[in-house]
Each structure stands twice: as C-alpha cells, then as structure tokens.
C-alpha cells in the first residue's frame, strides 16, 4: 500500500493508469512513460483525454488516437507557451504510432 501512496504523490503513475484503463482513446507518447507523462491540458469534451502535456524531456500535444506532436525542450523560441500550438515554431515534430 505504501509504494502506491509514494507513487502516487511523487508521479504520475495513478493518474495515467486510470486513464489508461478508463478511456480507450487515452496513450502515453512513445518516448514518455506512465511515471512521469504528465497531462497539463484535457479535452473539454466528453473524453478524457490530453489535448497538452509534458514530461522532462518533451512537450507534446494530441493530435487524435495515436498521433501527436512532440517538442523537445530547450527547443523552444522566444514566444513559446506550452498551450498554444502555434508558437511551437518548426522545432516540432509529428509522430504516428502504428
């Protein structure tokens, strides 16, 4: 019981593995893992899934089952905001997983 308050507070790990469960259009980004992904936008509609979010490495953003762009951080310009697509410049790139 203790491992998973730890993991709990500490990462991302009960979050992302309750969506995982949860939602079938939920996914962790391949270069990401369910400990540290961590969803910093969702969808307003009825699905619970990421629209935005990070991990140490990356900023990534959905762009619908399986697809997302990834930004590797310390990539960013000067105008960057982790929320909105278009200031993510030509650094990013779109990943499909098959």
């Known amino acids: 019981m203790g491992i998973f308050v730890i993991l709990g507070i500490f990462t991302e790990f009960l979050s992302n593995m309750f969506s995982l469960i949860m939602d079938d259009v939920y996914f962790i980004p391949r270069e990401s893992n369910v400990f540290i992904f961590k ?26 089952k399986n697809r997302y762009d990834k930004l590797l951080k310390g990539l960013e310009n000067i105008n960057f905001n982790m929320h909105n697509y278009e200031t993510w410049g030509e650094n990013k790139v779109e990943i499909k997983i098959e």
């Not at 969803?39 to 619908?64: F, I, K, P, Q, R």
Request: proline share 0%.
């Open 39 to 64: 969803a910093t936008e969702w969808n307003d509609g009825s699905g619970d899934w990421w629209v935005y979010g990070e991990d140490s490495n990356y900023y990534y953003m959905a762009l619908g």
